[in-house]
């Protein structure tokens, strides 16, 4: 028996991918389009934040459950039904009238894309080669990023033409037909169309219940150290570039929706580059808490100019923007902390554990980061296309994203009572 072509077995794993792209554009998506929105169904800043972070409310839900549905049911049925309740979804959010069902349409969409990364990890694991399946680990987060720099200025030069309602129409036909796609070509092992499975190349799946494992990762300080002070960088990316930069930059910097719709995207683009360059330094370093707090604390800085000064040159702000997004990606040296924090049986669950609290920060910081600004505002209201939607000073966003120091000033505290792991595993 011969083994599966590369060009299908890519193929496979991209439709896998392609469903996990959906999830990062829709992930920042609400940033282009925060006038509309709010415009649409009347919202504060704090119900805005929360319309985004219904989002995350499911996706940090599912992702305990997805790895038993994966292997329950197999990547493909699990990608096909996650593909469909997206298009539903983004379908519900596309015609909602008012935000009852605009929220329902952002919690279908965000529980249903987080079964992508762990159908796809797992189709890499019966299609490819261990070689192979560590770059289609490392290719899956520059898919991500690519979904959420189209979710830029591309999304806004659609919403100018076309509306938001019917964007996210065409967003869900879309989403429709990579269901399509992958009922009708993924398989769940290639044995299942007559070539060999890698799949003993691979570690197994440890067979015990989920729930005791849990407990387990647990007992390790470093876990629920990681848990709580993960979320901080993914939280200042996120809460930036996924939700609030395009009205501050519009608003204190007179830019167009597109052009700060761009910077948010270049923001995202830094992070992803950042999460390469701190991979590879820790790994070089052998140590994980240096370069951690190092990342930290200079994104902190970076932030606190970004926060509390206006900067005259776009130029200069665009430099800041993109050296906070790269100093951010430091918080990649979570999983791999987590990872080697516990013995080799628990690894995986340690890796969602800390996925888990990765998400938690864009999660919390959205909606708090609306709060902020709704207790601050001082009365003021948008015009022309604007009209009804309230405007913040400078000061209020430099009070509401004051959040994000908070929660990395206690990263900073809690990463002091980690245990250095030194790049090898825990027994």
Same mark, same amino acid.
């Given at each position: ?6 060009? =299908? ?24 389009? *925060? &006038? ?8 504060? @800043? ?6 985004s972070a219904f989002y995350f ?13 994966? %292997? ?7 990608? *096909? ?9 983004? @379908? ?7 935000v009852f069902w605009a929220n ?8 249903? +894309? ?9 189709? @890499? ?44 129409? &065409?967003?869900?036909? !879309?989403? !429709?037909?990579?269901?399509?796609? $992958? ?5 769940? %092992? ?25 407990? %387990? +990762?647990? /007992? ?28 501050? =930059?519009?608003?204190?910097?007179? =830019? ?21 360059? #701190? /991979?590879?330094? *820790? ?27 206006? !900067?005259? /040159? ?13 100093? &951010? ?39 708090? +980061?609306? +709060? ?18 309230? !405007?913040?000073? #400078? $000061? ?32």
């Amino acid at each position: 028996m011969t083994t599966p072509p590369v060009s =299908l077995a890519w193929l496979v794993w991209g439709l896998g991918a392609a469903l996990y792209f959906i999830g990062f554009y829709q992930r920042v998506a609400p940033a282009v389009i *925060t &006038a509309e929105l709010s415009h649409a169904f009347t919202l504060t @800043a704090a119900g805005l934040g929360n319309l985004s972070a219904f989002y995350f409310y499911s996706y940090v839900a599912m992702q305990i459950p997805t790895g038993l549905l994966a %292997d329950r049911f197999g990547p493909r049925i699990l990608l *096909t039904c996650g593909a469909v309740v997206a298009a539903v979804g983004t @379908a519900v959010f596309a015609m909602a009238e008012d935000v009852f069902w605009a929220n329902a349409g952002r919690l279908l969409i965000g529980g249903s +894309v987080g079964v992508a990364f762990v159908s796809m990890l797992k189709l @890499a694991s019966h299609w490819m080669p261990t070689r192979q399946f560590a770059l289609a680990s490392a290719a899956a987060l520059a898919v991500g990023v690519f979904g959420a720099v189209t979710a830029g200025a591309p999304l806004r030069i659609l919403v100018d033409g076309f509306g938001w309602r019917a964007t996210m129409w &065409a967003s869900a036909a !879309i989403t !429709i037909l990579i269901a399509l796609a $992958a009922w009708l070509i993924v398989r769940d %092992d290639p044995a299942q169309r007559g070539f060999q499975s890698y799949a003993s190349q691979h570690e197994a799946t440890p067979s015990d219940s989920v729930w005791r494992g849990l407990l %387990d +990762v647990l /007992s390790y300080r470093n876990t629920i150290l990681l848990f709580f002070l993960s979320g901080s960088m993914t939280g200042l990316v996120l809460t930036f570039a996924g939700l609030w930069g395009v009205p501050f =930059l519009t608003t204190h910097y007179g =830019l167009t929706q597109t052009h700060a719709a761009g910077l948010c995207s270049t923001m995202m683009v830094a992070w992803a580059l950042g999460t390469l360059a #701190f /991979s590879a330094m *820790t790994d070089r370093m052998r140590k994980r808490k240096p370069l951690y707090v190092g990342g930290v604390l200079a994104a902190l800085a970076l932030w606190s100019v970004l926060i509390y000064s206006r !900067i005259d /040159s776009v130029t200069i702000l665009t430099v800041l923007l993109a050296l906070t997004g790269f100093c &951010a990606g430091s918080f990649i040296i979570s999983f791999a902390f987590a990872k080697e924090s516990v013995p080799a049986r628990l690894a995986g669950t340690a890796s969602g554990v800390a996925n888990m609290g990765v998400i938690s920060g864009p999660m919390l910081l959205q909606p708090l +980061v609306g +709060v902020m600004l709704d207790r601050s505002w001082q009365g003021s209201l948008g015009i022309g296309a604007f009209a009804g939607k309230r !405007i913040f000073e #400078f $000061a209020a966003y430099s009070q509401a994203f004051s959040m994000v120091l908070v929660w990395g000033a206690l990263s900073i505290v809690l990463l002091m009572f980690t245990r250095e792991t030194h790049c090898q595993q825990t027994r």
